[in-house]
């Protein structure tokens, strides 16, 4: 027994480090890509060369948050003693959050799985569904790039183990870690977690465990109370709060990804978890009272956020207590899968084959929760008596089909796509009518349900067999995702980053509409796309401010609020206000009077200062 865990995990582990590989596809391309260029290596090139960056509108968010997680702070000593490790670092960390989640899933569904390999395979599942999606505050999936917000995930679903099996010291020291990377999301769980302590634990203990918890809030601390630096005359909290309210992190129920899908999919979340929670909690009596615990600190954090928003509290908006949503779907998701593996392991046939759909199509939608198959579970779940359950049971299946295809096709005429789409939303939120995706998960579906009977009593057999369905389709959606790196638009901006690092003078400047671009070009920009700011929330230096009134004086004359719509007079004062050597225009957009320097199949770059050198040189095109 303690040879076949040893070997699953072994298998697991290596499964995992291939599905890295791939899900990244190309480390540059992600560099390149990452988002508003928050990246551990751009934040150590920053500090390493700080005379360089100035007036960099990237440096502005550097010299406030370059020190927020511990991975930074570690990048920006490391590069220092070699200009190459930070790269290094950042794939060290790539891996610890994907290979850290997986066996933290495992471990988790060891509490009501016995049998190891299809503990792993509850563990692929949940790593391929990406629960961290399933979130009310707008965060997508960013685990094919190193961030604190993942990286943090593995230490507090450790902990979540080590709590539900009473192992204080592993706690502290797991949460400890994770408060150093990610302060605000691990002080939410720390919050979770003394509900939990509070509603399950024995009088006696509740004292020592809640004791426990005091280190990693100390810890959770020690990151924005000292080495966060403190701008002299900072903007204050009122200046600070119209960014906050356009934020799609902060008010996230303004956005349109938190109706209709985002609530929903998190309900769909809790639900299952929760008719689990009826059969699996027989394995571990505390299994009831963590269900509560999330559900309880995602109504408090999220209503006081909430609140907080109406009444316009920075403190509270900026703290983003949504967030804890992140947590919630990270942990309830491999109880469900445990519940559902049970199902396709049992001795139903056709419950083996709905819960087997429902597990394909969760992976499938990744971005939503599907609700069909599951509510067919509920009633069979339900009903005691066995020979009432193949009416109800099928019934509620293919009523929920016939509803969705209804709303999908021939209702979307006469109620509209916006009506239809809600409809849709709710039923199977961020799902996508792929008639292939659905054969594919029909036929996956069969092949489980006719496994399952040729391998009912060779159980070691059959753990094994999901095990490698599920690896196998775990790796297909992660070189999936990797590829996705290498092309198109996000090749496009890689390519073009490569020419300026390349041709282009070190100290040039570019004017930009979008936050990605120093990973691999290493040159400085202006970002001079007119929005309603909402980055502007998280500084509290004064510079960032002024650039904006100035951009706003800026775009005036030209009644456009579109960076696109400037004029060809309005690029050159632009360039002339922010020394401005290049602009970069999309391909797709008439051409300018400028030369340009530059051409692929997205982008298109102009010569509009006195560094750029494009009338002596052939236009350099790159096309796909």
């Known amino acids: ?73 570690i990048a920006i000593y490391a590069v220092k003693l070699n200009t190459q490790l930070p790269i290094l670092l950042s794939w060290i960390y ?40 399933l979130n009310l505050a707008y965060y997508p999936s960013m685990i094919h790039s190193p961030y604190s917000g993942h990286l943090v995930m593995p230490f507090i679903a450790f902990a979540a183990y080590f709590l539900l099996t009473e192992r204080t010291l592993y706690v502290s020291v797991c949460l400890a870690i994770a408060g150093l990377i990610h302060p605000s999301q691990t002080l939410q769980f720390i919050f979770l977690a003394i509900v939990f302590l509070l509603i399950s634990d024995k009088p006696s203990r509740r004292v020592i465990h809640l004791s426990s918890l005091i280190p990693p809030l100390l810890a959770s601390l ?27 992190h902060l008010i996230p129920w303004e956005s349109t990804t938190f109706w209709p899908w985002g609530v929903p999919s998190l309900i769909g979340c809790f639900f299952l978890s929760y008719i689990a929670c009826l059969e699996l909690s027989k394995n571990n009596s505390k299994l009831k009272a963590f269900w509560w615990a999330n559900l309880i600190s995602l109504l408090v954090l999220g209503l006081g956020h909430f609140i907080g928003g109406k009444l316009k509290i920075l403190s509270i908006i900026l703290l983003c207590p949504f967030r804890v949503s992140v947590i919630n779907s990270v942990l309830l998701a491999p109880i469900g899968f445990s519940y559902l593996i049970k199902k396709i392991t049992g001795k139903n046939l056709r419950v083996c084959f709905t819960a087997a759909t429902l597990v394909f199509f969760l992976l499938l939608s990744k971005s939503g929760f599907f609700w069909g198959p599951l509510l067919a579970l509920l009633f069979y779940d339900r009903n005691k008596t066995e020979k009432h359950i193949g009416k109800i049971f099928y019934g509620v299946l ?77 790796i297909i959606q992660s070189y999936q995702t990797g590829s996705e790196a290498s092309q198109g638009e996000l090749k496009a901006r890689w390519d073009l980053q490569i020419w300026a690092k390349t041709s282009t003078p070190p100290d ?52 456009t609020k579109k960076y696109s719509e400037l004029p060809d007079t309005g690029v050159s004062i632009f360039a002339d206000t922010f020394n401005g050597d290049y602009f970069v225009d999309a391909a797709e957009l008439p051409k300018r009077k400028f030369a340009i320097c530059f051409e692929n199949s997205r982008w298109r770059v102009y010569a509009v200062g006195k560094k750029a050198d494009c009338y002596k040189s052939e236009i350099a095109k790159a096309g796909y």
């Open 508 to 559: 040039s400047i570019f004017l930009i509409e979008w936050g990605s671009w120093r990973g691999v070009s290493e040159r400085k920009t202006q970002v001079v796309g007119y929005r309603e700011n909402s980055v502007l929330a998280y500084f509290r230096l004064r510079n960032p401010k002024e650039a904006e009134i100035k951009l706003q004086k800026l775009y005036e004359p030209y009644h």
């Open 398 to 474: 293919v009523l929920w089909w016939v509803l969705f295809l209804l709303v999908g096709r021939p209702l979307r005429e006469v109620l509209g796509p916006d009506i239809s789409g809600f409809f849709r939303s709710i039923m199977a939120p961020g799902f996508s009518l792929n008639v292939l995706k659905i054969w594919l998960a029909l036929g996956l579906t069969l092949l489980v349900s006719l496994f399952r009977r040729w391998s009912f009593k060779r159980e070691k057999a059959m753990g094994f067999g999901l095990f490698i369905l599920a690896a196998v389709f775990t």
């Open 1 to 73: 027994m303690e040879s076949d865990s040893k070997f699953s995990k072994a298998i697991l582990i290596i499964t995992l480090i291939a599905v890295t590989f791939l899900l990244v596809g190309s480390f540059d391309s992600r560099l390149a890509n990452s988002n508003g260029d928050d990246h551990p290596v751009v934040w150590a090139r920053y500090f390493a060369n700080p005379a360089f960056w100035e007036g960099d509108g990237g440096f502005f968010l550097a010299q406030q948050f370059g020190v927020a997680t511990l991975p930074n702070i």
């Open 222 to 248: 020690i990151i924005p109370f000292i080495f966060l630096p403190k701008p002299p005359n900072p903007l204050t909290d009122n200046e600070l709060l119209p960014s906050a309210l356009l934020n799609p």
């Open 94 to 133: 790539i891996f610890i959050q994907n290979i850290g989640i997986g066996l933290a899933f495992y471990f988790l569904a060891t509490l009501w799985v016995k049998e190891k390999w299809l503990a792993a395979t509850v563990a692929l599942l949940s790593y391929s569904m990406t629960p961290w999606q």
